[in-house]
C-alpha cells in the first residue's frame, strides 16, 4: 500500500540515522494526528530481534530545562536499575553519577557513560523525546541545543518530536552540525501520486487494490470529480462484495452516498445511505452507523421527506450520544435544527441549535479546540440571526 511504503521510509530513515556516527539529534517533524502512529511504528521496531538499539521513551512536559533535565535523568536511572541483572551479565557498568554537576551536565554524563560501555552488538543508545506539553519553547529549544553542542559520544542519540507547522526547533534544525530533520508527512498530491500509480500495477493483492481504489475515489471527491469518485467506489464495492468483507462493503457504500449527494443526486445517496446503514446494524458497526443515519437524514430532508429526515437524524444523534461523539451530536442536532426552521419552526429550531451549542462547548480535548471554536461560533451566528429575524427573543 501507498501508505505502507511510505511509513517504511520514514523508518527506514531513522534507522540510518540511529547508525552513522553523526549527528547526535534528529529532529522528527509531525503532525499531532500522526505522533500516535510513529510513536506505536518505533515501538513495534524496538520489539524486534534485528533491533540492535537501546530506545528509551520520555513524554514528560517541559515546564523549564532544569526539571526536564532531571526528569529525563530519572528515565534514565529507572532503566538501569529496572535491567540491572542483564546489564551485569553483560559486563557493563554505568558507573556512579556526577551529583556536584547541574542536571543538563549530570543526564549527558550518565547517558555518555552507559553508551560508551554498551557492547559493539548494541548499537547506540537512543532517547525518543516526545513531551506531551511544552510550557517554554525557547527553554525547549536551549535544551536540545544543549544535547546537540555537547554531545560527544557516537553512540548517543536523540529523536525528538517537533510540530510540523510550528516547529520549536527550526533553527537548529537547519542550522547545526550535529542535528538534522527528516519531516513525516506526505502531502496529498504525492500520496495521490502513489495510489495511481499502486492501481496502475498488476502486482497489487486483491485486498491491497480494494483499498487504493477508496483512497483514489477519496482524493477525486476532495478534487470535486464526482465521475471519478462515483466510478472508483463503484469498483471497490464491487470487489469487496465479491470477497465478502462486510466493513468494506459498508465504507464503500457511506463513501459512494456522500459522493451522489454531493453530485446533486439526493434519491440516490439516500437510498445507498440506507444500504450503508443495513450493513452497520447487521455487522454491528457502530462506529460507522451515527455517520450512515445522519447523512440519510441530509439526503432525505433535501428531497423534503422530513419526517423520515427527523427519524434518521434521531437514530444517529442516540447513536453518537452513546459513543460520548460530542462534535457529531452536534452535527446532527445543527441538521435538525435547520429542518425545523424550514418547517416554520424558530423556537423548536433555537431550542436545539442552543443544545448543539452546549454539545461544542463541552468538547474538552485539546486536540479538537479548533472544531470546538468553530462549531460554537457557527451556531452563536444562526442564533443571532434568528433572534435579529424576530422569531427569538
Known amino acids: ?21 553523526a549527528p547526535a539529534v534528529r529532529i522528527v517533524l509531525i503532525d499531532p494526528e500522526m505522533r500516535g502512529i510513529l ?21 514528560a ?33 554505568p558507573g556512579p553519577e556526577d551529583s556536584g554537576q547541574p ?12 553508551a560508551e560501555a554498551l557492547p559493539e552488538a548494541a548499537g547506540s543508545l537512543v532517547f525518543l523525546i516526545h513531551p506531551d506539553s511544552i510550557e517554554d519553547r525557547e527553554g ?15 553512540r548517543l542519540k536523540f529523536i525528538v518530536l517537533d510540530e510540523r507547522r510550528e516547529p520549536c526547533l527550526a533553527a537548529l534544525a537547519s542550522g547545526h552540525p550535529n542535528a538534522d530533520a ?10 495521490e501520486r502513489r495510489v495511481n500509480a499502486m492501481l496502475e500495477q498488476s502486482a497489487a493483492s486483491p485486498s491491497d487494490r480494494r483499498r487504493a481504489l477508496m483512497m483514489a475515489a477519496g482524493f477525486a471527491f476532495s478534487n470535486r470529480d464526482y465521475a471519478r469518485a462515483e466510478a472508483l467506489q463503484r469498483q471497490q464495492l464491487e470487489a469487496a462484495e465479491a470477497s465478502g468483507e462486510p466493513v468494506e462493503q459498508a465504507i464503500g457504500t457511506y463513501g459512494l452516498g456522500n459522493t451522489l449527494l454531493a453530485a446533486g443526486r439526493p434519491e440516490e445517496a439516500a437510498e445507498v445511505f440506507l444500504r450503508a446503514c443495513d450493513l452497520c446494524v447487521a455487522h454491528g458497526l457502530n462506529e460507522l452507523a451515527p455517520m450512515a443515519y445522519a447523512n440519510l437524514g441530509v439526503a432525505l430532508h433535501r428531497l423534503g421527506h422530513f419526517d423520515q429526515a427527523f427519524a434518521a437524524m434521531r437514530v444517529g444523534s442516540q447513536f453518537f450520544k452513546a459513543q460520548g461523539n460530542r462534535p457529531g451530536e452536534a452535527f446532527v442536532c445543527d441538521n435538525l435544527a435547520a ?15 442552543r ?28 442564533l443571532e440571526q434568528l433572534g435579529q429575524s424576530g422569531h427569538v427573543a
Open 339 to 353: 429542518i425545523y426552521l424550514e418547517l416554520d419552526r424558530p423556537e423548536d429550531a433555537a431550542r436545539v441549535w
Open 355 to 382: 443544545y448543539a451549542q452546549s454539545r461544542y462547548e463541552g468538547i474538552t480535548n485539546p486536540a479538537l479546540q479548533d472544531v470546538r471554536e468553530a462549531g460554537s461560533a457557527d451556531i452563536r451566528a444562526k
Open 39 to 59: 510513536l506505536r511504528m518505533l515501538a513495534g521496531l524496538d520489539e524486534q530481534d534485528d533491533f540492535r538499539h537501546l530506545l528509551i521513551s520520555h513524554h
Open 182 to 191: 527528516q519531516t513525516f508527512w506526505c502531502s496529498p498530491p504525492e500520496m
Open 1 to 21: 500500500m501507498p501508505l505502507t511504503a511510505f511509513f517504511s521510509e520514514q523508518l527506514d530513515r531513522i534507522e540510518d540515522f540511529l547508525g552513522q556516527p
Open 103 to 114: 542536571p543538563p551536565w549530570r543526564f549527558l554524563r550518565r547517558a555518555e557513560g552507559l
Open 140 to 154: 525547549f529549544a536551549r535544551s536540545i541545543a544543549f544535547l546537540a553542542d555537547k554531545a560527544t559520544s557516537a
Open 61 to 93: 512536559p517541559f515546564l523549564d530545562s532544569a526539571g526536564w533535565f532531571e526528569g529525563l535523568l530519572g528515565s534514565l536511572n529507572g532503566q538501569i536499575e529496572q535491567h540491572a541483572e542483564a546489564l551485569a551479565e553483560a559486563g557493563i557498568e
